[in-house]
């Protein structure tokens, strides 16, 4: 079964401190990960997708296909990263409808 | 551009009324989505289209019907609501097969009573 999951519902640090959001998925084939967040009063966003490898307000996150999972990393947390969290992912070879599995999200919880 | 819209925001049913979800968007997007989102279940598929003119189910269709008669709309219908119903509704869209990314709407919350 096609899954993605999120253990933690609060992940709370200071300001400054590192943070690593978990994210581990059941898939058989090679899918499509992506991380979208949602921040206070604001609409669900892109914040990155493995296939870019790239580094979006200081996060990365690196697909490991041994341990299955997808964790999103910052080095150092700012108060305006305080947000919500989801992992997704994408099946592939599902005649690209695009459909995502979302996690049960991780609030982050950036304190001064 | 006003991107992903969804009409209403707000709604309060009572079991067993019906109502429409509209989402509309001005991207040109070929594939639009219908999400729930409940606490601690993540945003979970309910319909989607491809295109204009199809429609096809999601994870967890059952209760609701969607319609994709122009390509910048997509219709989410509760024929008859029930209490299970009650939950934040996001609209997506997409810009076609080759694109990965997709666009959300503010979301809709509806609470059948």
């Known amino acids: 079964a096609q899954r993605v999951t999120q253990p933690e519902k609060l992940l709370s640090v200071f300001k400054g401190a590192p943070v690593e959001l978990k994210c581990n998925y059941s898939?058989?084939?090679?899918?499509?990960l992506f991380w979208y967040v949602q921040y206070s009063r604001q609409r669900l966003q892109l914040l990155l997708r493995?296939?870019s490898r790239e580094s979006i307000k200081g996060f990365t996150a690196d697909l490991n296909k041994g341990e299955t999972s997808f964790h999103l990393k910052k080095p150092f947390a700012q108060e305006e990263d305080s947000a919500m969290y989801y992992c997704a992912l994408s099946p592939y070879g599902s005649s690209n409808t695009g459909k995502l599995i979302f996690g049960q999200g991780t609030t982050l919880q950036v304190k001064p | 551009n006003a991107g992903v819209t969804q009409t209403p925001k707000f709604r309060v049913l009572k079991t067993g009324q019906s109502m429409t979800l509209l989402c509309a968007q001005d991207m040109n997007h070929e594939y639009m989505y219908w999400y729930r989102q409940d606490p601690g279940m993540g945003l979970r598929l309910i319909h989607y289209s491809v295109g204009e003119g199809t429609t096809a189910k999601g994870e967890v269709p059952d209760g609701y019907n969607v319609s994709r008669l122009k390509k910048q709309n997509f219709l989410l219908g509760l024929e008859s609501a029930a209490p299970s119903q009650t939950s934040v509704y996001f609209c997506a869209s997409k810009r076609g097969a080759a694109y990965n990314e997709q666009f959300f709407g503010p979301g809709t919350r509806l609470t059948v009573l």
């Open positions: 493995h296939i």
């Open positions: 898939y058989s084939g090679s899918p499509e």
